[in-house]
């Protein structure tokens, strides 16, 4: 018996089927865990709503009904209750969750445009180029972000397009700082220099060797700025000089709702819980990104 079970014990142990298995369940606990499937499965129900919002609202969400005023939750036809006009706040936060992601991921791309660029020419090389970059970039750190954002919405105006163009063009920093950090080491490195002795192309040595080293790190911003530039949206608008009034947004259903606080706190609760979720869902999914690029041997410190 011995004799015939160990030639199949081996032929086991060598079955490429069995092995491929173990290799894929290994790499599936490695870059798995409970926080990157929480992370995952709420971005994806935020991205569904953002695409979807517009088929998934029960009401218009401009529209209201009087006879239904402050309609508390779980009221047939107002999932989430109505505000004061009477207003389904469900069809509300829905698009004011399309409003603030585009401002928000807009805004986000502009900064990431600006910050990497300025860090890539910083980190490139010693001269009067570095110094400008450094020295603006240490102005903008020091002026408080959202005093100045406030001036300058209310000089040129609320809306979607200014609003976008203020959070892009003011917080761009902490993009510029990482790829600095980061681009000036991996310049450093034997094959970015093997390639300056080659004759590459700087932009080619720049977006080629240098960019793709410094991509983890910035993910990563990606994630957690995109969370910042939500509250501060949100924190515009509540002000009333972000997005106009009268436009479901969650900063706008903020500040509508602090008359009706004792007689209707679902007003409150309902965009200020849509707030906590977004931010929880970009820092989840930054810190997933985070933990990834750590067990692949990158260390992000962010």
């Not at 603030?100 to 900064?111: D, H, K, P, R, V």
């Not at 960019?211 to 990606?222: E, K, T």
């Amino acid at each position: 018996m011995s004799s015939v079970s160990a030639p199949n014990n081996a032929t086991e142990s060598i079955n490429p089927f069995n092995v491929i298995a173990r290799f894929n369940r290994s790499k599936i606990k490695q870059f798995t865990n409970v926080e990157i499937v929480i992370a995952f499965i709420l971005f994806v129900t935020i991205v569904v709503l953002a695409v979807f919002g517009q088929w998934l609202q029960t009401h218009d969400p401009m529209q209201g009904d009087l006879m239904a005023r402050f309609a508390a939750v779980g009221t047939k036809g107002y999932l989430l209750g109505s505000d004061h006009l009477g207003r389904d706040l469900w069809s509300r936060a829905v698009a004011g969750l399309q409003w603030s992601m585009a401002c928000a991921l807009t805004a986000n791309i502009i900064n990431l445009f600006i910050g990497t660029t300025l860090g890539l020419m910083a980190a490139e090389k010693e001269g009067w180029a570095r110094t400008i970059i450094r020295q603006f970039t240490d102005t903008m750190q020091s002026l408080p972000f959202l005093i100045v954002a406030i001036v300058v919405v209310v000089i040129v105006g609320h809306g979607f397009v200014p609003l976008v163009l203020t959070l892009g063009l003011l917080s761009w920093v902490v993009y510029m700082r990482v790829t600095y950090a980061e681009a000036s080491s991996i310049y450093q490195r034997d094959y970015v220099k093997a390639a300056h002795i080659a004759g590459v192309n700087r932009f080619a040595i720049m977006f080629g060797h240098v960019l793709p080293g410094v991509r983890a790190s910035l993910f990563v911003i990606f994630a957690f700025h995109f969370a910042g530039l939500l509250i501060a949206e949100s924190a515009l608008s509540f002000l009333g000089i972000g997005a106009p009034l009268g436009v479901p947004t969650w900063g706008n259903m903020l500040a509508e709702s602090r008359q009706y606080l004792l007689k209707a706190p679902w007003m409150l609760l309902v965009p200020a819980g849509a707030i906590v979720m977004a931010v929880i869902t970009m820092n989840l999914v930054g810190d997933g990104i985070a933990g990834l690029a750590r067990k692949r041997g990158r260390s992000i410190d962010v």
